[in-house]
């Protein structure tokens, strides 16, 4: 099995488990094309899902088992739902076909796809290494559920394992499975699926727009500017791409109630994947919600349903991991940023009063959402006032401004890795040079027109509490609750402002997509006139913000790991030249165990807390200070088959240089030890 056989089964699983869909969902108005992209999508999340399910029953997290599933969902899909998937099949038949509009939107939104796939998966090639670090503690958690077929490790090995959030793992540890190289697995799927976030924001947008060509522009700007996602192998960018999943079943409830089940299963996956996005998700889905009740005058509950069943749903995975490593949680470890609320634990832990109090709220949260109908006609009545919701909107914005605006000293702020005071520049002029876990920056072209659309929506602020308009009304929203996120720097309250860029992007893109449309009605039938100002925006969108985001993303990323080129070229050849076996047993003498996964090899870092270099008895640590004989006797005892050793320890840990000549003298004059390749400052050996 290689490669190939990894694509088919990535199609295979997500196509398969995507008609978890059609078993709920009777008549589902779609045409073919929009079916098979969000099943694939349903699928991808659901592999994440069904893999928490299945490792709390003790099922070995398997590609067979997954295969199994899907299999049974498909039967199972087919049988009840038989004639309404024969005629989409028929749908596909050349003599039935008639050309309409929307479908060359969809023509053009496939290239757009498939441009985005090429520079999201050769940028991601185009240099031989992982970028920075993360991707090798991800490289570490994928590579171990993928030899051990489950995530429920002895100890907490590496950053990405568990407790942190393992979707994100469970998905590329499966699919690793099938192929030999859980660095080509990361680096290709997390492209593809980055790339596939295009198509499934575009079904997204037309459903809730109820307009393909706001949609297609919507798309067009979202893959145009450098704030919308990189190729970084980071469990991140996988819910940025799979959350459109989320809010195409929310906002497909008035068409069936009963996407509440899958939307709240998607819901669930992408709380177990990745805990800063899927807790700004749940807020732009809370803010969706209060502007229906708002609009609607209706409680609302179908559309409550996904979030609070979604939630009940992930606590499968949230609820063993935290019991287990609850006492690292208390140290401070990030676990997917789920140590932000620490303070706030602490304080409930604390003080019995505020712990009373959560209880109560909790239980007054029950009551209101399982006994509406008692209490929510009276509310209704005072929404239904004049313009009512509208002055509690901007009353609730006003007071958020001035919380967030007067107070001298940070309320709450989370940093981040990269967050700073953000300026004109950063939005208006797209740099080549960006970060590369979290582009920022839109375009001067873009901005324009993005303004000219939040120019129109508040000159028509009062018309956006009509059913009718509730369509603008939330990207709206979403658009200033994400812009707030962007600014959290400098103001009393920031949430990892950097990483609200991708949100601030999604809302861009919709609100933009608004205005191109209307700037192309305002041409009425003048055909030459309209294809001038498409040309004109496609053309000026393309070099001031696409060019610098191509230009990022196909640039060579610097890795965090080996600082020596001449010391890496030793680790390139290990893995690429077949002289090495892959999945050996290889340990670098004085570096993170992780970084062999890197590079096709193992270091069994989840066997001993001696092999983690974070653990306070890290043998990394002492090694080079310990005999020869000690370091044999370690490498045999964890049945390493190859040790490296040079220059990259003292460019990255700062070791001693004279100790590691010292080493690399000792190693080589040693028989048991025998030179495999060397570069000028790296060395392996086999050990025998």
């Known amino acids: 099995m290689g490669e190939l056989t990894s694509i088919i089964l990535f199609f295979v699983l997500s196509v398969g488990l995507g008609f978890l869909i059609d078993i709920f969902i009777k008549n589902w108005k779609a045409d073919f094309l929009e079916k098979l992209v969000i099943r694939i999508g349903a ?16 099922i070995p997290l398997h590609w067979i088992s997954f295969l199994i599933l899907s299999a049974v969902i498909f039967s199972s899909a087919s049988y009840l739902r038989k004639n309404t998937l024969l005629e989409d099949l028929r749908s596909l038949n050349l003599k039935r076909f008639r050309l309409k509009r929307s479908h060359i939107y969809t023509f053009f939104i496939l290239i ?19 970028e920075d670090g993360d991707p090798y503690s991800y490289a570490a958690a994928s590579k171990y559920i993928s030899l051990k077929k489950t995530y429920s490790a002895p100890y907490y090995f590496t950053h990405f394992a568990e407790p942190y959030p393992q979707g994100y793992s469970i998905f590329m540890g499966v699919l690793n499975q099938t192929n030999d190289s859980i660095y080509w697995t990361l680096k ?51 819910n940025m791409a799979l959350m459109f999943l989320v809010f195409y079943a929310f906002f497909s409830v008035k068409e069936d109630k ?114 509406h109908n008692i209490w929510f006609g009276h509310v209704k009545k005072i929404l239904e006032k004049k313009n009512f919701a509208m002055w509690l909107y901007l009353g609730i914005l006003v007071l958020g401004l001035l919380i967030l605006i007067i107070p001298s000293e940070k309320i709450i702020y989370e940093r981040g890795s990269a967050s700073r005071v953000y ?17 920022i920056g839109i ?48 103001l009393s309250i920031g949430f990892v402002p950097f990483r609200m860029w991708t949100f601030f992007g999604m809302s861009l893109a919709l609100v933009s997509g608004y205005s191109i449309f209307l700037i192309l009605k305002a041409a009425g039938k003048n055909n030459l006139i309209k294809i001038a100002l498409i040309a004109l925006i496609v053309i000026s969108a393309y070099y001031t913000s696409f060019v610098p985001k191509y230009w990022h993303n196909t640039a060579q990323w610097p ?23 892959k999945d050996s047993y290889v340990l670098n003498l004085c570096h993170k165990s992780n970084l062999m996964f890197g590079y096709d090899m193992i270091s069994p870092l989840w066997s001993d807390p001696e092999l983690n270099h974070k653990s306070e008895n890290a043998y990394i640590t002492s090694s080079l200070n310990n005999s020869l004989e000690n370091n044999y006797n370690f490498l045999k005892k964890h049945n390493f088959e190859y040790t490296s050793i040079g220059v990259s320890c003292v460019a990255k840990f700062k070791s001693d240089q004279k100790l590691v000549n010292d080493k690399l003298q000792a190693i ?18 086999k050990i025998k």
């Not at 699928?43 to 003790?58: C, E, K, T």
């Not at 009373?356 to 399982?370: Q, S, V």
């Open 423 to 439: 300026g004109f520049s950063d939005f208006f002029i797209a740099q080549k040079g960006n970060m590369i876990n979290n582009p």
């Open 43 to 58: 699928g991808i999340l659901l592999i994440p899902f069904f893999g928490v399910i299945f490792n709390l029953i003790s």
């Open 188 to 238: 290709y799927f997390n492209a593809l699926i980055v790339s596939f976030s295009i198509l499934f924001f575009f079904y997204f947008a037309k459903k809730l727009t109820k307009r393909t060509s706001s949609a297609f522009w919507a798309s067009f700007i979202l893959a145009a500017i450098p704030a919308w996602v990189s190729h970084f192998v980071f469990a991140l960018n996988f």
């Open 559 to 581: 890795d965090h790991q080996i600082m020596v080129p001449e010391s890496q070229n030793l680790y390139i050849w290990m893995r690429n030249s077949g002289r090495i076996p």
């Open 112 to 130: 757009i796809f498939a441009v985005s796939a090429y520079m999201y998966v050769s940028g991601s090639f185009n240099y031989p290494w992982f």
């Open 258 to 371: 009963r996407w509440k089940y899958p939307g709240a299963f998607f819901y669930a996956a992408i709380l177990m994947t990745h805990f800063y996005t899927g807790f700004i998700i749940s807020v732009i889905l809370i803010i969706a919600y209060i502007l229906r009740v708002l609009v609607y005058k209706d409680f609302s509950k179908d559309y409550l349903d996904i979030m609070v069943v979604g939630f009940l749903l992930s606590l499968m995975f949230w609820v063993p991991a935290l019991a287990r490593y609850w006492d690292l949680f208390l140290e401070g470890h990030q676990l997917g940023g789920l140590n932000t609320f620490l303070p706030f634990a602490e304080l409930l832990i604390n003080s019995p009063a505020l712990m009373m109090l959560l209880i109560a709220g909790i239980i007054a949260f029950l009551f209101l959402y399982l006994k």
């Open 668 to 685: 080589a004059n040693d028989t048991r030890f025998n030179l495999v390749y060397n570069t000028e400052s790296e060395f392996l050996f």
């Open 443 to 490: 375009g001067w072209v873009v901005m324009i027109i993005f303004i000219i659309g939040m120019f129109l929506l508040i000159k028509n602020f009062k018309k956006l509490f009509t059913e009718k308009n509730f369509k603008l009304l939330v990207p709206f929203s979403w658009t200033i609750f994400s812009f707030i996120g962007v600014m959290g720097a400098s």
